[in-house]
């Protein structure tokens, strides 16, 4: 029954992934300054697990392309392992710590943090196989800059929203 239960909220969070994007996707420059889809991905990883906050995080940009033609590709490869990192690492040190709020903001962070890597690794690997330039400012522009008002909105949202549903006693 727990199975049951935690395909259908990751189905949900992938609807919401594919979703949220047209809230901002009308103006390309808010859209990756919000991160939108970073969002669903995330609160799986926390409310589902590693499994499904992987397999969510790494669906989510490819499905939306194929359907919207958004994210770009190549960029939509790179943040597919983006965001499969994001919902493994969030769900499964959230899984291994103690619930208590420093720890859901600890899990919070080194899931973006290692899902940034990612990313910046990723599009390393696909800049060299295309000979096309990536240097550490391009990361830094990419990861960081752009995203800073989505990473405020992340630190701020995402925990209030898990603190609430465990109140709530929507999630073990």
């Not at 809230?23 to 499994?51: A, D, E, N």
């Amino acid at each position: 029954m727990k199975n049951v239960k935690q395909m259908t909220l990751a189905a949900l969070f992938l609807a919401l992934a594919l979703i949220l994007p047209f809230l901002t996707g009308q103006i390309p420059q808010i859209g990756s300054m919000l991160c939108p889809m970073h969002f669903p991905v995330l609160i799986c990883g926390f409310v589902c697990g590693p499994i499904y906050g992987g397999i969510v995080g790494f669906a989510s940009p490819l499905l939306r392309h194929l359907l919207f033609s958004m994210p770009p590709m190549p960029a939509g490869i790179a943040m597919a392992f983006e965001l499969a990192a994001y919902g493994f690492v969030a769900g499964f040190l959230y899984n291994k710590l103690s619930k208590t709020k420093i720890n859901i903001f600890a899990s919070l962070i080194s899931a973006m943090i290692i899902g940034r890597g990612v990313w910046g690794i990723v599009r390393c690997v696909m800049a060299g196989m295309n000979s096309i330039p990536f240097g550490f400012e391009m990361f830094v522009a990419g990861a960081i800059t752009q995203a800073i008002p989505g990473i405020v909105l992340q630190l701020i949202l995402i925990p209030a929203i898990i603190l609430t549903l465990r109140r709530a006693h929507l999630m073990d």
